[in-house]
């Protein structure tokens, strides 16, 4: 692969619309959630008020939250799907709340540890970041045959993603750490990328946050 910085390639990560458990404040991770009613009215507002730039292509989680907010926001693009995109398992955590975990041993002593133990039963922050990463390297395998063929254009990738997964990239490649990003609902980060040689080895890869949505 040649040297790609001269290619201004433009990353809108977004996260997915509301649902009934981001309303509520739980922990909305395998279980597979559409978006609410309101969720779907707040995504059309933001729309309409241009909060959301054109992309040329879309990149998604499999899940539908993710589908389903991408749809809205670019329903006349294709979907490319990533499955190792989909959001963290939350185990013994998942699909509940502050209020119903806090006299639970297990969660104080996650609160306690800043976030950084494993979720029970569930999954570790490293490897749902490795997960993340792969999926990174897959969209940009995708991405070298399209920029082979518009090296003097900018491209607009539009990644409509989990909150989860938008902390894991950034803090990978961005050099953020791990909590600097976690947007709202329907809100992310344009971001630019650029890659030298050899576009599977990570560390070739940077990201750098030009704006919030």
Excluded at 61 to 73: D, G, L, Q, V
Excluded at 115 to 129: A, Q
Excluded at 161 to 188: E, W
């Amino acid at each position: 692969m040649q040297n790609r910085a001269k290619n201004q390639i433009m990353l809108v990560f977004i996260r997915h619309g509301k649902t009934q458990a981001n309303s509520e404040n739980r922990y909305l991770g395998r279980t597979d959630e559409s978006i609410s009613n309101s969720g779907a009215k707040e995504l059309l507002s933001y729309k309409t008020q241009n909060y959301y730039p054109s992309v040329d292509y879309v990149f998604t989680s499999p899940m539908k939250r993710c589908i389903e907010t991408a749809k809205i926001i670019y329903h006349k693009l294709s979907l490319t799907v990533i499955p190792e995109w989909r959001e963290i398992d939350f185990g013994r955590f998942e699909y509940k709340n502050y209020s119903e975990l806090k006299k639970d041993v297990q969660y104080q002593a996650w609160i306690d540890s800043q976030g950084t133990l494993d979720f029970p039963e569930g999954e570790s922050r490293k490897h749902f970041i490795m997960r993340c990463e792969r999926g990174f390297i897959k969209m940009c395998d995708i991405l070298c045959h399209i920029a082979e063929q518009n090296t003097n254009t900018p491209i607009w990738l539009g990644i409509i993603v989990h909150g989860g997964t938008i902390m894991a990239l950034l803090s990978s490649f961005g050099g953020k750490n791990y909590f600097d990003c976690q947007p709202l609902n329907g809100r992310g980060y344009i971001c630019s990328m650029r890659w030298y040689e050899t576009i599977s080895d990570k560390n070739n890869i940077k990201i750098e946050v030009v704006k919030k949505i």
